[in-house]
């Protein structure tokens, strides 16, 4: 088969890397010039992804072009029209990722149940709204992507620290862009995300279940980083997906979205509340589900192509993953001083089985060297499957210690409150089977 990948930061560069040890055919594409180089000598590259659309074109139904981002939904929409098949998203997609008022209104039009949430485009009226409602919210940037180490869930029971915030982001906003932003009512309870692909016509089922840990450090510590790490099931699911994500397929339907859909939720004993949509492959989430495939990528794309057969073959238990990073992650400034052309190494003891589980992301081949390449530190993730949360942990994080680069850095903590907190509480609210 033939696969054109499409990004701008070269999210799914493990994805391409895997097809094309199966023998695929794969070229992709990177935007972004400080990522240009990752994975050379491993993948082949393209420097105009629209000068490969007549080779995708000669493989007919072997032909395959996937978008990484929730950004080119529109030009998806048209390559569609034009009779590529292609994995992704679409503009609707887009739209209920990036313009967050947009989703929630969109599930509140179903009939779910949604968390106030209120739009602005200047920080001072976002500051004067908190002073006189006096209450907990969360900061939520729009834009598919819009920094999210910037975004910030409210601690003060009435507001203190939001209006502090706002009124710095107000001081130190540069730029002609006009702000634009959220703040959505805190809701407590569990966090849990359900994520299913969709063939252009219905949901491939089983759906899963995630549990991701945004924080940078370990203990719920630092800057939402977008991900750190997750706990992943395709067991169990019916109950969320059947109340939230399943009501959107009509919708996604209509639009021509093909492509992995992820809604964030919040559970409590007053019900689910959707938070936030994820209109693409999500990373590392991608590599942590591949490790609960019973089936190849090729494979699944096939069916999301639009196939009869709407089974995935998937194991049971949980995968869990650990994101490996360099300074100064998760932030950019500095990279080239600090880390970029580090040596990735592994540990003698590392087997075939352990390579295949760990998903490099910023890395590429110089001299027959491993080295950290991009532009922010994201070595990649590692992966580990079992029977609970524990045993899934534990194999992901001995591999973790196989993986030798200077100052790598992870969280010890991923899936220590999924097993301890999480899935009792969500199971004692019927979220979850007995």
Known sequence: MRFLGIGDDGDLCAMYYGLARAGHDVRMYIGSPDSRGLYAGMVAATPDWQSELGWVRAAGQEGIVLFESAQHGALQNRLRGEGFQVIGGSAFGDRLEADRGFGQAQLAGLGLRIAASHEFDNFAEAAAFVHETRARY????NGANSPRTRNYIGQMDEGDDMIALLRAYERQWRGPEVPDFVLMEYVAGVEVGVGAYFNGHKFLEPACLDWEHKRFFSGEL???TGEMGTIVTYRGYECIFGRTLAHMAGALAASGYCGYINLNLMANEHGLW????????????????????DEPWDSIFMKMLGGADTRLQTRTGFAAGVV?????????HGYAELSRGLPVLFDASMTHAERKALHLAEVAMEADQLMTSGKIGYVGVATGTGATVDAARERAYALARKVIV????YRTDIGERVARRDLDALTRLGYLPA
């Open 274 to 293: 959707p938070l936030e949509f994820t209109s693409r492959f999500g990373y590392p989430g991608f590599a942590i589900c591949e490790a609960l495939h």
């Open 406 to 409: 200077p100052n790598l850095r």
């Open 324 to 332: 490996l990073t360099v300074p100064p992650f998760p932030h950019g």
């Open 222 to 224: 630092g800057e939402l």
């Open 138 to 141: 969360v900061f939520k940037s």
